[in-house]
């Protein structure tokens, strides 16, 4: 069973950076796909980006597709999301969450595939 841990939200202006940080904790880290998950007031859960166990396999939302990186470091047992050129859409509680499954982008976007979930933390960025 792994634990995981959300981190680095907060305030932004509209063209601006932030990265999230996911630590995890638990036997066989590597063995995970990590996705990042956002849910807005009022809006359902969305799939933003997930990154394969080990062989650096990754998937990205349209709406973030060159603005947002997702990278993992399975020796710190760390997965990252920098999300850089910041817009008011982004605005949302971000969310970590691990899948047992082998990659494909279907199941690595699937947030019914994912056993595992961080507590969420909140990005707000203003116009």
């Known amino acids: 069973q792994l634990q995981l841990v959300g981190s680095g939200g907060g305030l932004a202006q509209a063209g601006g950076s932030l990265r999230l940080s996911c630590a995890a904790s638990?036997?066989?880290?590597?063995?995970?796909?990590i996705g990042w998950f956002r849910q807005a007031p009022g809006k359902g859960r969305e799939s933003v980006a997930a990154?394969?166990?080990?062989?650096?396999?990754?998937y990205y939302a349209d709406s973030v597709k060159g603005r947002f990186t997702i990278s993992r470091d399975n020796a710190k047992t760390m997965v990252y999301l920098q999300m850089n050129s910041l817009v008011p859409e982004d605005t949302a509680v971000y969310y970590c969450?691990?899948?047992?499954?082998?990659?494909?982008?279907?199941?690595?976007?699937?947030?019914?595939?994912?056993?595992?979930w961080g507590q969420g933390t909140q990005v707000t960025v203003s116009s």
């Open positions: 969450a691990a899948n047992p499954n082998a990659w494909t982008v279907g199941r690595a976007k699937d947030a019914s595939r994912y056993f595992y």
């Open positions: 638990g036997p066989a880290f590597a063995n995970y796909i």
């Open positions: 990154i394969s166990g080990t062989d650096d396999y990754t």
